[in-house]
T-cell receptor, first 118, second 109 residues
Framework: GAVVSQHPSWVICKSGTSVKIECRSLDFQATTMFWYRQFPKQSLMLMATSNEGSKATYEQGVEKDKFLINHASLTLSTLTVTSAHPEDSSFYICSARSRWGGSTDTQYFGPGTRLTVL | KQEVTQIPAALSVPEGENLVLNCSFTDSAIYNLQWFRQDPGKGLTSLLLIQSSQREQTSGRLNASLDKSSGRSTLYIAASQPGDSATYLC????????FGAGTILRVKS
């Protein structure tokens, strides 16, 4: 099956610093990638959708200047949390949809990145 | 706006029991519904995907049903095992993939 990786799997940073999380589709090309955030004991909330080569579409309430998303290739998307604060501490999960899939095609999920901001 | 509700929020059963997890959604205009498993601190593992035209899907001890008109799905787990302990998430796809809050399952040995 399709594999999506994330790096790092966990990161601890100081308040005010920026953190970059990578999401890669390892064995398929992903024209669309999704970034989710999950707080403890809550479900996944979609933050943004990114299409390769174009600007990401952010969900309501998600600050695009704080959560920078780059989808420069068909196998890599990055999420940068700028000027991180403790309230940004969360589990970030990316998901990728195959280049050949339609809008309803299966999304493949990465293993997640645990971000802790001190 | 699509809302997905999962009941119960948590469930504890002895090993060997059959169990049912419930998922309901408010907007029946969906393309498909998917059940996932999430272990603590880990990502998602897809268990079953039911297209809107289907009524059920089976994989091993798992059976998922879908009643799109009533906005409901169930995940049936037969002969539960301690290894089944995890959080089970239901997600429906319309314009976006919308998740429920999950059911935390604990199977006691």
């Amino acid at each position: 099956g399709a594999v999506v990786s994330q790096h790092p799997s966990w990161v601890i940073c100081k308040s005010g610093t920026s953190v970059k999380i990578e999401c890669r589709s390892l064995d398929f090309q992903a024209t669309t990638m999704f970034w989710y955030r999950q707080f403890p004991k809550q479900s996944l909330m979609l933050m943004a959708t990114s299409n390769e080569g174009s600007k990401a579409t952010y969900e309501q309430g998600v600050e695009k200047d704080k959560f920078l998303i780059n989808h420069a290739s068909l196998t890599l998307s990055t999420l940068t949390v700028t000027s991180a604060h403790p309230e940004d501490s969360s589990f970030y999960i990316c998901s990728a949809r195959s280049r050949w899939g339609g809008s309803t095609d299966t999304q493949y999920f990465g293993p997640g990145t645990r971000l802790t901001v001190l | 706006k699509q809302e997905v509700t999962q009941i119960p929020a948590a469930l504890s059963v002895p090993e060997g029991e059959n169990l049912v997890l419930n998922c309901s959604f408010t907007d029946s205009a969906i393309y498909n519904l998917q059940w996932f498993r999430q272990d603590p601190g880990k990502g998602l593992t897809s268990l079953l995907l039911i297209q809107s035209s289907q009524r059920e899907q089976t994989s091993g001890r798992l059976n998922a049903s879908l009643d799109k008109s009533s906005g409901r799905s169930t995940l049936y787990i037969a002969a539960s095992q301690p290894g089944d302990s995890a959080t089970y998430l239901c997600a429906v796809r319309g314009n976006k993939l919308v998740f429920g809050a999950g059911t935390i399952l604990r199977v006691k040995s």
